[in-house]
């Protein structure tokens, strides 16, 4: 108790994926602000050791792996599912890589939680799903990606609402979008002259010129497929048609994306390329916090900022995806699961980097809706092109 007779409430935190890079940003804002936050719960995939070293760092008793471990940690999916529905929490970050992370994120909707949601696959795989439960149970997703964090900070801008925290009928936030742009740093081969995918290697494709990612998202944003996910994320978020979509390149990676509005003014969201930033603004919203552990944007950054709209003819998995858009929401799984098998194929060495557009098309050829055969048939191709 103060002294004025109430102790400013913490919002208390679950989070999954503690010892990822998302993770370790979101635990930089903990930090940063112990008078907002409190971790009551963590949750990793196979690093016993490193999650019960954050466990001791943050005074954290319930935590979760994905893998089994000889520390006596709860594992599997049940007990990631358990963490995140946990009654303590008022808020799960959700950031296990890929469909991992889609049980966990239903069991905390399901628990009445608002989660701040960096794990893409979650909705690009099953965002109607997931958008439909959360409308039901009356929780927001709120954005955690950089550029969906600028669109949701711009969306701000207006008495609308935008369609991932909508919990009644306030008017909607995206009747007033004509456009939105997702920014994008075009990765460590925009400025090639020529692209020949096929002699691309894994060293050169995983050398990041502005974000320190892990394997999977940086061979993603090198054939921009990174983008083509975004796109999805994005039309699930904020209720978008694929029409209103646009992909801008910005290699110094300073505007995180820009919102168009139908009464002509454009506006962006500038910061330091940074996941604390987008991180903190989820965690505090609708609030904005008085500091962060991010330096602020200087005049001589914003000089020489460049745009682009990207040459589709050079980034064929992006391609892939303005294609494939229109066509319905059934293209979504296929472009995730058909790329991430591909991926990991050619992380693996066994296929080259223009077999990833290859995968992908031939996935979304067979038109398929169930994931296993998605993933199955995508790793005949894969074998096939080895
Ligand atoms: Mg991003």
């Given at each position: 108790?103060?002294?004025?007779?109430?102790?400013?409430?913490?919002?208390?935190?679950?989070?999954?994926?503690?010892?990822?890079?998302?993770?370790?940003?979101?635990?930089?804002?903990?930090?940063?602000?112990?008078?907002?936050?409190?971790?009551?719960?963590?949750?990793?995939?196979?690093?016993?050791?490193?999650?019960?070293?954050?466990?001791?760092?943050?005074?954290?008793?319930?935590?979760?792996?994905?893998?089994?471990?000889?520390?006596?940690?709860?594992?599997?999916?049940?007990?990631?599912?358990?963490?995140?529905?946990?009654?303590?929490?008022?808020?799960?970050?959700?950031?296990?890589?890929?469909?991992?992370?889609?049980?966990?994120?239903?069991?905390?909707?399901?628990?009445?939680?608002?989660?701040?949601?960096?794990?893409?696959?979650?909705?690009?795989?099953?965002?109607?799903?997931?958008?439909?439960?959360?409308?039901?149970?009356?929780?927001?997703?709120?954005?955690?990606?950089?550029?969906?964090?600028?669109?949701?900070?711009?969306?701000?801008?207006?008495?609308?609402?935008?369609?991932?925290?909508?919990?009644?009928?306030?008017?909607?936030?995206?009747?007033?979008?004509?456009?939105?742009?997702?920014?994008?740093?075009?990765?460590?081969?925009?400025?090639?002259?020529?692209?020949?995918?096929?002699?691309?290697?894994?060293?050169?494709?995983?050398?990041?010129?502005?974000?320190?990612?892990?394997?999977?998202?940086?061979?993603?944003?090198?054939?921009?497929?990174?983008?083509?996910?975004?796109?999805?994320?994005a039309l699930h978020l904020f209720a978008l048609d694929p029409a209103q979509l646009r992909v801008w390149v910005h290699p110094q990676s300073i505007v995180h994306s820009f919102v168009h509005f139908k009464d002509g003014a454009l506006l962006a969201q500038l910061a330091q390329p940074d996941m604390a930033l987008p991180i903190q603004y989820a965690?505090?919203?609708?609030?904005?916090?008085?500091?962060?552990?991010?330096?602020?944007?200087?005049?001589?950054?914003?000089?020489?900022?460049?745009?682009?709209?990207?040459?589709?003819?050079?980034?064929?998995?992006?391609?892939?995806?303005?294609?494939?858009?229109?066509?319905?929401?059934?293209?979504?799984?296929?472009?995730?699961?058909?790329?991430?098998?591909?991926?990991?194929?050619?992380?693996?060495?066994?296929?080259?980097?223009?077999?990833?557009?290859?995968?992908?098309?031939?996935?979304?050829?067979?038109?398929?809706?169930?994931?296993?055969?998605?993933?199955?048939?995508?790793?005949?191709?894969?074998?096939?092109?080895?």
């Amino acid at each position: 108790m103060s002294a004025f007779g109430f102790r400013r409430m913490k919002k208390r935190l679950v989070i999954l994926g503690a010892t990822g890079s998302i993770g370790e940003s979101t635990l930089r804002v903990v930090t940063a602000h112990p008078d907002r936050f409190e971790v009551v719960g963590l949750a990793a995939g196979r690093d016993a050791e490193g999650l019960q070293a954050l466990a001791r760092k943050f005074n954290v008793s319930k935590l979760a792996l994905a893998a089994p471990n000889d520390a006596g940690i709860p594992f599997g999916e049940q007990a990631l599912c358990d963490l995140a529905a946990m009654p303590e929490a008022d808020l799960v970050v959700m950031a296990i890589a890929g469909m991992a992370g889609y049980a966990p994120t239903l069991a905390a909707i399901e628990a009445g939680h608002d989660v701040a949601l960096a794990t893409k696959e979650v909705l690009v795989m099953a965002g109607t799903e997931v958008m439909r439960r959360r409308a039901a149970a009356g929780v927001r997703i709120l954005p955690l990606d950089s550029e969906h964090s600028a669109l949701f900070q711009c969306l701000q801008s207006t008495a609308s609402v935008p369609a991932c925290v909508r919990v009644g009928d306030e008017p909607k936030a995206e009747e007033r979008i004509a456009e939105v742009i997702l920014t994008a740093s075009g990765g460590p081969f925009f400025k090639r002259e020529t692209i020949d995918w096929s002699r691309i290697t894994v060293a050169e494709a995983l050398n990041h010129p502005r974000w320190e990612m892990g394997p999977k998202v940086t061979i993603d944003s090198a054939t921009m497929m990174n983008k083509g996910l975004e796109m999805i994320e994005a039309l699930h978020l904020f209720a978008l048609d694929p029409a209103q979509l646009r992909v801008w390149v910005h290699p110094q990676s300073i505007v995180h994306s820009f919102v168009h509005f139908k009464d002509g003014a454009l506006l962006a969201q500038l910061a330091q390329p940074d996941m604390a930033l987008p991180i903190q603004y989820a965690l505090t919203w609708p609030d904005r916090a008085l500091h962060a552990p991010v330096p602020s944007m200087t005049l001589a950054q914003m000089q020489n900022l460049e745009f682009s709209e990207p040459d589709l003819s050079r980034f064929p998995c992006l391609k892939l995806v303005f294609d494939a858009l229109p066509l319905g929401a059934w293209t979504h799984p296929i472009l995730t699961l058909a790329n991430e098998v591909a991926v990991k194929a050619f992380l693996a060495g066994r296929i080259t980097a223009d077999r990833i557009a290859a995968v992908i098309e031939q996935g979304l050829a067979r038109a398929e809706t169930d994931f296993a055969a998605i993933v199955r048939h995508a790793e005949e191709d894969v074998a096939r092109f080895a």
